[in-house]
Every structure is written in structure tokens, then in C-alpha cells.
């Protein structure tokens, strides 16, 4: 990896698109942090297509070809970063990144690329909500948002970030089979709209309408977990957020996040999180 403390983050927003909203970016020049906040749809970079969904996340190359499709139910929202991995310290920082042949920074000597191994081609991730990378990413398009953006600042973030994705690509596998992450996204958001509901790996496998050995290989492979334990982490999800923003009592919650049982609903919660339904929400009062 060449020395990235002269990387800088030169922009980052988000964009909620709309049905039959198609954008084609023919030459960004930027390593370009993208993740799918909520909808779905598809993204082609470079020919490649990548089905998305909220918890994708892809880090694209430098002077990569981009086309967003949104699905036409429920459109994705996006956010994205764009990184210079080799900005000049000598010129200033202009926060804007060439999208299009013929960009007046398009091609500048001051910026470029650089050698950021193992973070090669396309590298897609499937993360969870409190990921480290998803984390950093978020905060950074607030700053942005918020127009906070000095260069010392972007120059720190952009090394901390490219540090995380590097991190990222070693801990998690990346995902290539795209017929298979389009089956864990079904199956996902079949657990989502039943969470309230028992569910057993049975109804998973007659969801997607393969076998149960099938569903287990699934998320192994795009969850590094059972689906045991993915439904259950998914409970304790929603559980921790009606303990914030309810005053249900806990036994309800439990119900209401599939897990009638008071008794187990707080073993399980304390499994997860350390601590008893209770005593999370004494240390995270609601305001």
C-alpha cells in the first residue's frame, strides 16, 4: 500500500432516487465508497452487475464506469464517498470530483491514484448496521452534509477510512456470487417482515424454496453466522430500539420481536449484548 497520508476526501453525499431515475457516470476518477442506506436496486460498475440492498457495500476503482437503477417498488437510498488516494499537498483541495469525460480536473497531474492492496477492483462487503466501516462512512457524509470539511480534517479521514476498508477486506469475505447474495437478501428481509413471528430455518429454506443444509451454507457465506444466530441478532436489534424509543414493558417487547418466553427473551438479549433488557434501558434512557 503506498502512503496514504496524502489521501484526501474530495466529496460525499447521499441521493435518494426515484422510480425510473437512471444515472450513468462514464469516468469518475476517484476510489469511491458506495453503500445502499435503504430500497434496492442495481449497480453496474464497469459491466458488472451488483444487486443492492441496504447493508451492500462496494469500494470501486479509480476511474470506474458507474450506472444506478433503482428498483421501481421501492428505490434505493445511496450514499458515497469519493477518495483521491495521491492529492498534491501544493494545490489546494477542490472539493468536486470528476464524474464525466472532460471535467476540467479531469486527468490533473496533481491528482491520482494510488496502490491501495489488498483493496483491488471491486470489493463488495455485506455489513451489519453497527459495522466500524459503516460507522466512519456515515459520520463523514454528516461532515460533508454540514459543510465541515477542512482539509486537515479530510486528509485524517480519508487515511482512516482507506485503514478500515483494509480491515474490512481482511475480516470479511467479499461477496462474489451475485445469485447468492440476491437469495440472503430475500431471505433477510423474510425474517424482517416475520421477526414477530417463531421462525425455525424450515421456514426459511420454504421461503426461498431450497433445503435447510442450503439455507445454513447461505449464510455462512454471506453472514459468517447461522441463521439461528442472524435471526437472533436481528431480535435483539429491534429489541434494543423499542428499549430507547418505548415504554413497553419488556415482556411485550419480547413478544413483539418473536420471543414470548420473558425468561429467555432476556437470556437471549443478554447473549448479545452483555447485559439484561433492564439494565440496557437504565443506561440508554430514550432522550
Given amino acids: 500500500m503506498d502512503n496514504i497520508e496524502s489521501s484526501v476526501i474530495c466529496y460525499a453525499n447521499h441521493a435518494r432516487f426515484v422510480r425510473g431515475q437512471v444515472v450513468i457516470n462514464r469516468v469518475v476518477e476517484s476510489r469511491m465508497s458506495l453503500w445502499c442506506k435503504d430500497g434496492s436496486g442495481r449497480v453496474v460498475v464497469n459491466g458488472t452487475r451488483y444487486e443492492f440492498h441496504a447493508g451492500d457495500y462496494l469500494f470501486l476503482p479509480w476511474g470506474h464506469r458507474?450506472?444506478?437503477?433503482?428498483?421501481?417498488?421501492?428505490?434505493?437510498l445511496l450514499a458515497g464517498i469519493h477518495i483521491v488516494p495521491r492529492h498534491d499537498c501544493d494545490h489546494a483541495v477542490e472539493y468536486i470530483v470528476p464524474h464525466q469525460p472532460g471535467h476540467p480536473l479531469a486527468g490533473c497531474a496533481w491528482r491520482q491514484d494510488a496502490d491501495l492492496s489488498p483493496l483491488t477492483g471491486v470489493v463488495a462487503f455485506r455489513l451489519p448496521e453497527d459495522a466500524p466501516l459503516r460507522l466512519l462512512s456515515e459520520y463523514i457524509v454528516r461532515l460533508f452534509l454540514g459543510n465541515d470539511w477542512p482539509e486537515a480534517r479530510m486528509r485524517l479521514l480519508a487515511a482512516e477510512l482507506i485503514r478500515e476498508l483494509t480491515r474490512t477486506a481482511r475480516t470479511f469475505p467479499r461477496v462474489a456470487n451475485q445469485r447468492s447474495a440476491a437469495h440472503f437478501h430475500r431471505v433477510c428481509e423474510y425474517i424482517?417482515?416475520?421477526?414477530?413471528?417463531?421462525?425455525?430455518?424450515?421456514?426459511l429454506a420454504a421461503c426461498l424454496g431450497c433445503s435447510e443444509p442450503t439455507v445454513t451454507r447461505l449464510f455462512r457465506a454471506h453472514a459468517q453466522m447461522s441463521p439461528v444466530n442472524w435471526m437472533n441478532q436481528a431480535r435483539v436489534r429491534r429489541a434494543r430500539q423499542l428499549l430507547t424509543t418505548t415504554r413497553l414493558p419488556v415482556a411485550e417487547i419480547g413478544r413483539q420481536v418473536g420471543v414470548p418466553d420473558p425468561f429467555y427473551f432476556s437470556k437471549l438479549f443478554k447473549k448479545w449484548t452483555g447485559e439484561s433488557p433492564l439494565a440496557y434501558r437504565r443506561r440508554t434512557p430514550p432522550l
Avoid: C, I, K, S
Fill in 66 to 76: 458507474v450506472e444506478y437503477y433503482p428498483d421501481a417498488g421501492r428505490p434505493f
Fill in 192 to 203: 424482517t417482515a416475520h421477526l414477530g413471528q417463531p421462525l425455525a430455518v424450515a421456514d
